[in-house]
């Protein structure tokens, strides 16, 4: 089980449309709700192939559609998909554990950017992330990014104690074909010096390992 599932376990199936309506309700205080989209629109332009992994209510995925972007969302949880489809049918929405993104219809090395928000790194199945990692690398074309922002402490987590450390997560990245790009410690682009945030950029080299074979450990 993910620790994202141990985190929303008792919640219910109304937890999805209760995610999406404290965004909703930052939106209309004025507060800018769209940071991850405008930072990819930074590095990308429309209309880019771009990978929204664990997309929850598919908040970013549906910007960047906005914005021109030809997006694709993947998460396993049902409840948070299921809001994403009612807010926009058109868009393709795959129910899938991104450790096994090799076994679901997306076409490998053909996205120009992965982006994962939303804690996805620190909440996925204890032992699956180098998997992960592998898989998302394996869904970028040669020279494509890899964009995850994600907490480092507990004030930062939905969980009472961080599970990756970005030396950690860079080490995994490089096992992947990842080379690390640039890091910030926000959304909106402020550089990174300390702190329990980090958003961080890798980019694909033209031998990364992609997807695993079949018997590879995880």
């Known amino acids: 089980m993910s620790r994202w ?7 219910g199936p109304g937890r999805g449309q209760a995610y999406a309506a404290r965004f ?3 939106a209309a205080a004025g507060l800018d709700v769209h940071g991850e989209a405008s930072l990819v629109a930074g590095l990308v332009e429309a209309p880019a192939r771009v990978l929204d992994a664990g997309c929850g209510t598919g908040r970013v995925a549906i910007r960047l ?3 021109g972007y030809e997006v694709v969302g993947v998460d396993l949880d049902i409840a ?5 489809r009612r807010a926009a049918p ?5 129910v899938a554990d991104l450790a096994e993104l090799d076994t679901i219809v997306v076409e490998a090395a053909t996205f120009d950017l992965v982006v994962t928000a939303g804690n996805v790194i620190p909440l996925l199945a204890a032992g699956t992330e180098s998997r992960v990692l592998r898989a998302l690398a394996g869904q970028l074309r ?3 990014l890899l964009l995850a922002g994600f907490g480092l402490d507990a004030a930062h987590l939905p969980i009472p ?3 990756v450390s970005l030396a950690t997560y860079d080490a995994l990245c490089a096992d992947a074909g990842l080379d690390l790009e640039q890091r910030w410690s ?8 300390e702190g329990g945030y980090a958003v961080s950029l890798h980019r694909r080299g033209a031998g990364g390992r992609g997807h695993l074979p079949p018997d590879a450990p995880p």
Do not use: I, R
Request: cysteine-free; overall charge negative; hydrophobic content about 50%.
């Open 186 to 193: 926000t959304w909106d682009g402020h550089p990174y010096a």
């Open 80 to 84: 948070m998909l299921d809001v994403a």
């Open 161 to 163: 104690d961080a599970t």
């Open 65 to 67: 559609a906005e914005l």
């Open 90 to 94: 058109a868009l393709t929405w795959l």
């Open 142 to 144: 040669p020279g494509g």
């Open 24 to 26: 909703e309700a930052m």
């Open 5 to 11: 599932a141990q985190a929303v376990s008792g919640q």
